[in-house]
């Protein structure tokens, strides 16, 4: 799989404790329709692992049930050579090309 900033950010929210699609939307920002492929394309790559929760329990909360995901030892390995390639990415982006931040 190709290491991308978009399937690093999600790998990074499953790795961070946030397990299902909406959790991981509200952690990076990104939208649906680039998060629910990109953990899609995780899983068949073998990098998540995911499991359904129980029909009742998401019954009893008035919901409907939760596909909750968890990095597998691929993913791991996967993620570290993303941290180390967007920490180079970073350090060689041109200072005048850097987003500028906000003061607060």
Not at 85 to 93: G, T
């Amino acid at each position: 799989m190709n290491v991308t900033f978009t399937t690093a950010l999600v790998l990074e929210a499953i790795a961070a404790g946030y397990h299902y699609g909406f959790d991981v939307i509200d952690a990076t920002g990104l939208p649906s329709g680039t998060v629910y492929p990109a953990l899609r394309r995780c899983e068949e790559e073998g990098l998540l692992r995911s499991r359904w929760e129980k029909a009742a329990l998401a019954h009893e909360e008035g919901r409907p049930p939760r596909r909750y995901y968890e990095v597998a030892a691929s993913g791991e390995r996967w993620l570290q050579e993303a941290r180390a390639r967007f920490r180079r990415l970073e350090a060689s982006v041109p200072r005048k090309l850097r987003p500028a931040r906000a003061e607060g």
